[in-house]
Nanobody, 128 residues
């Protein structure tokens, strides 16, 4: 089994920055694609960003976070990070980490079903 554990969430103020992490562990499996999705109360799950390492490094961002968020990956630690800047109240929600063995060289943010393993999520609240 592959397990994903998110950390770093919390309550912040509008305009603040925050970095959350997702560490993958398990037996004989490391996903080549790792991504972040989020879900706000009363809304459907939204793709935030994903990254692929292997062959060609590719990153994709959702329109609502492009230019403010940055995704990165530490392959040695099997960990993916999401740096969030200029946070807004609309960024409030539960952030989920996900991974799949297949590399993601195209935009899969609108297809969360492609991701096989999911973490339990970390809560982020942005207050004004």
């Amino acid at each position: 089994q592959v397990h994903l554990g998110e950390s770093g969430g919390g309550s912040v103020q509008v305009g603040d920055s925050l970095r959350i992490s997702c560490a993958a562990s398990g037996d004989s499996y490391v996903g080549n694609c790792m991504g972040w999705f989020r879900q706000a109360p009363g809304k459907e799950r939204e793709g935030v960003a994903h990254i692929n390492v292997g062959g060609i490094l590719s990153t994709y961002y959702g329109d609502s976070v492009k230019g403010r968020f940055t995704i990165s990956r530490d392959t040695a630690k099997n960990t993916v990070y999401l740096e969030m800047n200029s946070l807004k109240p609309e960024d409030t929600g539960t952030y989920y980490c996900a991974t799949v063995r297949r590399g993601c060289w195209t935009n899969w943010l609108s297809a969360p079903s492609r991701f096989i393993e999911w973490g339990q999520g970390t809560q982020i609240t942005v207050s004004s």
